[in-house]
C-alpha cells in the first residue's frame, strides 16, 4: 500500500513510517519541518527506495496536489498540527493554520483525487475539562479550552462531513499525551533541560499534581498500524491510551533519579494547571479499544521512564 | 450599546439589525454581499445615524482589524456564513472561507481589541442525522454530514477555546430552518420560482416527505435579543425552533393555495432527501429554551405561509 504521512518528520510521525515501512508498504511523507526536524528522517532520505520526501507547507493547496496527482497514493495518515499547546496560546493564528488549514487542504486533495481512506490523529484536548470523569468517545458538550483543542475538534467535524460526502473510511484515535523517542517537547523535555542547566532545584508549573496518562509512542504507533484498515464507511472513532497516570512530581522524581541527582528541592508555581488552557486532571474510558482486542504494553510510569532514558542517551 | 453585526445584510442579520435599532442600540454592519444583499440595508444605509456599514470580506483580517480599532463595539454578533448547503456541497472551499475563517477572523480581533461579548448562529446541522431523535443541546455523537455542518461544529469548537482562553461571554444559538421576510434561497423560494416560470407541475426533490420545523424569522430574532445579554463567562447553548413540522409536500401545497393554482401534479424525484449532505427528518429537543420562558409565536406552518406571502408580495 502506498501511504501518505502527512507530519510524518515529527516525533509520532517519524516512529510511525518507520513501522509503516517494515511492514513493506510505499510511504510518502510530507513535513514542513516546523515542529518535525530532518534529523527524525535522516535514516530514511535518500536511504530507503519505498520512502520518499517532500519538504512542503501542507497548507499550499496548489502545491499538496500535485503531490496527489503525482503519488497517487492509497491512503492518508495525517498527523501534521502544531502539537505545541503553549506556542499557540500565544499565537492562536497557529493552529488555524497548521492544525485546521492543513486538514482543509488534505480533505479537499482527497477529495478530488479519490482517495479515500484517512487516519487522523485527534486528541485528548478535545473534551476540555472533564474533572475526574472518565470521558469515553461518545461524551456528550466536548467544551475545548485550548486553540488547539478547539482546531482539532473543528478538524473531526470537518472529516465527519467529507467522509460522508466522499464515501471515505476514517480512523481517528484521540491521542493522550505520547512520549518516547524523538520527544521534542512537554514536560520531561523541560525538566531535563531545566536540570541540565541549574540542578540546584526544579521549578515546576501548577502544584505538580497534574495527572495524565502518558503514553509510549511505540504502543501509539502499533495500536495505529492494527487498526487503520477501517472497512466501514464515515467515522471509526478510538480513544488511545494507557489506564494509568504520571503525576508532573512523580516526573520530576523519575527524571532525577534517572540523572542521578539526589535531594534536588521542587518550587511548585502554585495554581491548579499548568497554564492557561491545560487540563490539570484527565482520565479516559478505553472500554472501546480494549473491547477491540488492544492494550497498551507500557504503562504511564514505564512510558516516563523509557523516554527519559532515551533523551538522556540521545541529547535534547 | 454598539454592536457589530458581521454578515448583517443577509436575511437573518437585516432583520436583526431592524431589531437592534428600534431597542435604542448602535449597529455597526460588515458584509461583502456575498449572499446578503445591499437591498435589505437600504431602509439604512446613510438613512439611520445609528447605523454604520462596512462593505468588507471578514476573510480580510487586517481590514476587520481596522474596523474593529475604529468602532470599538461592545458586542459581536456573527451571522456571517455560507448559508447555500448545496452550492458548498459542489465547492467546500466556500465553507472553509465564509463560515470557517470568518469565525476565526472575528474572534482573533475580538481577543486582540478585549471584545468579551458574542452571539453565534450555528445550526441543527451540527447534529447531522439523528433519524427521529429530538436533539438536546447536550446530544452526543454529533456527525454532522454537510461541509455546512462540519464547519459550524468547528466554530463552534473554536468559539469554545477563544471564551475559556479570552474570559468570553457567548451565546450561541443553533438554528433551524429560519423563514421569513427577504429570504433569499431555499424550498419556497424555489418553488415560487418553478412556478412563476412554468406553472403546469412541480418538481419535488425527494419523496416530499422531509419534515422540518421552519421558524419564522422574527421569532427567531426576538430570541436573540431577548437572549443576548449572557451573565456567564463561556458558551451558553441553545437550541432554538418550533416543535411542530412542515413536510416539503405540504409547503408545495401552501405555495400553490396562495398563488391560486388548484391541481397542479407533483413530480418527485424519489429517494429519502432533496440531497447528499441534506437531513431529510429532523426534530429539536426544545425543553431548554422553553424553560427559560421562550416560545416561538409562529408554528412552523404559520410561518410557511406568512413567508410565502411576503416573498410573492416583495418578489423572488
New interface residues.
Given amino acids: 500500500m502506498k501511504i501518505l504521512v502527512a507530519g510524518g518528520a515529527g516525533f509520532i510521525g517519524s516512529n510511525l513510517i518507520d513501522d509503516l515501512l517494515a511492514l513493506g508498504n510505499q510511504v510518502v511523507c510530507i513535513d514542513n519541518f516546523f515542529i518535525g526536524t530532518r534529523k527524525n528522517l535522516e535514516h530514511l532520505i535518500g536511504k530507503n527506495d519505498n520512502f520518499t520526501f517532500y519538504e512542503q507547507d501542507l497548507c499550499d493547496i496548489g502545491a499538496v496536489s500535485r503531490i496527489f496527482e503525482t503519488e497517487k497514493v492509497d491512503f492518508v495518515v495525517h498527523l501534521a498540527a502544531n502539537s505545541d499547546i503553549q506556542a499557540s ?1 500565544r499565537n ?2 497557529i493552529e ?1 493554520k497548521n492544525t ?2 492543513t486538514t ?1 487542504v488534505l ?2 486533495c482527497m ?1 478530488h483525487f479519490q482517495v479515500k481512506r484517512l487516519f487522523f490523529a485527534s486528541t485528548s484536548a ?1 473534551y ?1 475539562e472533564h474533572m475526574g470523569d472518565a470521558v469515553g468517545e ?14 482539532k ?3 473531526e ?6 467522509s ?2 466522499n464515501d471515505m473510511k476514517v480512523l481517528i484515535f484521540r491521542f493522550p499525551n505520547v512520549i518516547g523517542p524523538r520527544l521534542t517537547h512537554g514536560v520531561i523535555f523541560d525538566f531535563i533541560g531545566r536540570l541540565k542547566k541549574a540542578p540546584s532545584g526544579l521549578r515546576i508549573l501548577g502544584d505538580g499534581m497534574q495527572a495524565k496518562p502518558y503514553l509510549y509512542v511505540k504502543d501509539l504507533t502499533d495500536a495505529i498500524v492494527r487498526f487503520m484498515d477501517v472497512r466501514e464507511k ?2 471509526t472513532l478510538y480513544n488511545v491510551g494507557v489506564e494509568s497516570q504520571t503525576t508532573v512530581t512523580r516526573i520530576a522524581d523519575i527524571v532525577c533519579e534517572k540523572m542521578g541527582l539526589k535531594g534536588i528541592p521542587y518550587f511548585y508555581t502554585g495554581g491548579r494547571g499548568g497554564w ?2 491545560d487540563v490539570p486532571q484527565f482520565q479516559y474510558d478505553l472500554k472501546k479499544i480494549h473491547d477491540a482486542g488492544w492494550h497498551a504494553a507500557h504503562t504511564s510510569d514505564e512510558a516516563v521512564a523509557r523516554t527519559v532514558e532515551e533523551v538522556l542517551r540521545c541529547g535534547l
Fill in positions: 496560546a492562536p493564528e488555524y485546521y488549514t482543509f480533505l479537499e477529495r478535545v476540555g461518545e461524551s456528550p458538550g466536548l467544551r475545548p479550552i485550548s486553540y488547539y483543542g478547539g482546531c475538534l473543528g478538524c467535524a470537518l472529516i465527519s462531513a467529507y460522508y460526502m464515515g467515522i492557561k488552557g
